[in-house]
């Protein structure tokens, strides 16, 4: 059985930071993209992040380009999300995600990450 468990979420300041982890079982890590998507309040769910399957490469949405980083683990099969500069806008429930199977394309989509975890609540207010 495949289980994505998100850990990290919590409350920030504007500017201020958090690390998201993700703890993956029940299938091959390292040969599945893995990535992040969010859920924002009162809007829908936004792909924010992915990485190839030896973590080389990184992807993101403009929304969250340069201020979070993606990261992996294969050894430990997690899957990891830094956010800086953290925004009200970054408000949203964040999902670790299983994406496409030995894939080397270079963009994503909601719909590549279909397999996801419970969730981990981020919200950023002062």
């Known amino acids: 059985e495949v289980t994505l468990v998100e850990s990290g979420g919590g409350l920030a300041q504007p500017g201020g930071s958090l690390t998201l982890s993700c703890k993956a079982s029940?299938?091959?890590?390292?040969?599945?993209?893995m990535g992040w998507i969010r859920q924002l309040p009162e809007e829908g769910q936004e792909w924010i992040s992915a990485?190839?399957?030896?973590?080389?490469?990184?992807f993101y949405a403009d929304s969250v380009k340069d201020r979070f980083t993606i990261w992996r683990d294969n050894n430990k099969s997690e899957l990891y999300l830094r956010m800086n500069n953290l925004k009200p806008e970054d408000t949203a429930v964040y999902y670790c995600?299983?994406?496409?199977?030995?894939?080397?394309?270079?963009?994503?989509?909601?719909?590549?990450?279909?397999?996801r975890g419970q969730g981990t609540q981020v919200t950023v207010s002062s």
């Open positions: 995600a299983k994406g496409p199977w030995m894939s080397a394309r270079s963009s994503w989509s909601l719909a590549d990450f279909s397999v």
């Open positions: 029940g299938f091959r890590f390292d040969d599945y993209v």
């Open positions: 990485t190839n399957l030896n973590g080389a490469k990184r």
